[in-house]
Nanobody, 123 residues
Framework: QVQLVESGGGLVQAGGSLGLSCGAS????????MGWYRQAPGKQRELVAQ????????YADSVKGRFTISRDNNFKNTVHLQMNSLKPEDTAVYYC????????????????WGQGTQVTVSS
């Protein structure tokens, strides 16, 4: 059973910073990529940032230069999202996502999601 556990988020004023973390637990999986998506009220869920097992990163244009995704140096199944220069339009529920290969026969590709954490940026 794979679980994603998120932490961080909260309320911050515009221009401030917040950090999010997400850890994957379980067994018999290989993480292909981990990332963060967000969904604001009335909007579709969108990719914010992603990091692959090879270390490649991908960011939404709206967060480039402000957000940084990284892997934990000590816990390889954990990723962090550092969010700087936050704007009111960054307000959303942020969801951790992991694209995994589940090591069963035959191996299967699965997407897992965290429960979501609220980020609110006040103007």
């Amino acid at each position: 059973q794979v679980q994603l556990v998120e932490s961080g988020g909260g309320l911050v004023q515009a221009g401030g910073s917040l950090g999010l973390s997400c850890g994957a637990s379980g067994s018999m999986f290989i993480i292909n990529a981990m990332g963060w998506y967000r969904q604001a009220p009335g909007k579709q869920r969108e990719l914010v940032a992603q990091i692959t097992s090879g270390g490649s990163t991908n960011y939404a244009d709206s967060v480039k230069g402000r957000f940084t995704i990284s892997r934990d140096n000590n816990f390889k199944n954990t990723v962090h999202l550092q969010m700087n220069s936050l704007k009111p339009e960054d307000t959303a529920v942020y969801y951790c996502n992991a694209a995994m290969t589940i090591m069963v026969m035959p191996p299967t590709l699965e997407d897992y999601w965290g429960q979501g954490t609220q980020v609110t940026v006040s103007s």
